[in-house]
Nanobody
Framework: QVQLVESGGGLVQAGGFLTLSCAASGRTFGISVMGWFRQAPGKQRELVAVVTSDGVTTYADSVKGRFTISADYAKSTVQLQMNSLKPEDTAVYYC?????????WGQGTQVTVSS
């Protein structure tokens, strides 16, 4: 089992920035992917950014150039630096980890961007 705990959400004005952090605990050896998804009210959960243990990153088109993901697999942590935030970035952000084809999720942290 893997437990994921997020921190760093909050309320920010449009154009501002936030950093989300996530720490994994439990059975962390073998985690191959860590990243972030988000879910806005009335919408499906969507990928924001992920990074593999090999360092390969994937970003949603909507956040490219504004968000940066980084991970320390030795410490089982992942961060998401979010710049130039827009009201449409408002959502609950979930930390994600994949261990041997099984997906794990954090409890989510709210990010609200006011216009």
């Amino acid at each position: 089992q893997v437990q994921l705990v997020e921190s760093g959400g909050g309320l920010v004005q449009a154009g501002g920035f936030l950093t989300l952090s996530c720490a994994a605990s439990g059975r962390t050896f073998g985690i191959s992917v860590m990243g972030w998804f988000r879910q806005a009210p009335g919408k499906q959960r969507e990928l924001v950014a992920v990074v593999t243990s090999d360092g390969v990153t994937t970003y949603a088109d909507s956040v490219k150039g504004r968000f940066t993901i980084s991970a320390d697999y030795a410490k089982s942590t992942v961060q998401l630096q979010m710049n130039s935030l827009k009201p449409e970035d408002t959502a609950v952000y979930y930390c994600h980890g994949r261990l041997y084809s099984r997906d794990y999720w954090g409890q989510g942290t709210q990010v609200t961007v006011s216009s």
